[in-house]
């Protein structure tokens, strides 16, 4: 079990990373952003066109991957979205219980099926080097390969976290969790 902690210590890290570097395409989203509606607003006045296409793609770009990136990473700070209604009242091992059973039920089925159904796309993508429709436009092909790749992480990320679920379950303290913490 000790190496199995480790190894969801490693993927936790991973997962660390991929948080500072949303931060990161955060900041500049929204400096492409900002940058986007001066220009836009600046255009009305000068009679030409400051900006473009390739502008407002580069920011839905960047939204696409800080969406997609940051899923593992919010997953392993534990602040994805919950519907507690009786999950706060739990003891640390029944929340264990349904966060296993949540992660193994519908996080991986899920992961699993995004992974799946997508490759088609992305693989076609690749295949005619897909561009976007908009004058100016970028390619498509790398950000739809984001899709799997996300997801394929999000998935692992899930495995580390019912790593550390099984860990609290047989009473073994995950690396992120004081002992006294694991109740009964």
């Not at 955060?26 to 900006?51: C, D, E, I, K």
């Not at 998935?155 to 009473?171: D, N």
């Amino acid at each position: 079990m000790q190496f199995l902690l480790r190894v969801s210590g490693w993927i936790d890290r991973i997962s660390g990373w991929l948080g500072w570097l949303t931060i990161g395409l955060t900041l500049m989203m929204t400096a492409v952003g900002a940058y986007n509606a001066v220009t836009r607003y600046l255009s009305h006045y000068t009679g030409t066109n400051l900006s473009s296409n390739r502008y407002i793609e580069v920011q839905w770009y960047l939204f696409s991957l800080v969406f997609l990136l940051a899923a593992a990473y919010v997953l392993q700070k534990g602040s994805h979205v919950r519907v507690d209604i009786f999950y706060s009242r739990l003891s640390v091992k029944q929340k264990a219980w349904v966060d296993l059973l949540g992660t193994l039920l519908l996080l991986l089925p899920f992961c699993a099926i995004v992974i799946i159904y997508s490759l088609p796309a992305v693989t076609n993508s690749w295949k005619v080097l897909e561009q976007s429709s908009d004058p100016a436009g970028l390619p498509r092909y790398p950000l739809k390969t984001m899709i799997p790749v996300a997801f394929a992480w999000l998935g692992i990320q899930g495995i580390s976290e019912a790593i550390k679920q099984i860990a609290i379950l047989r009473g073994i303290p995950p690396l992120n969790i004081h002992p006294e913490e694991v109740g009964p």
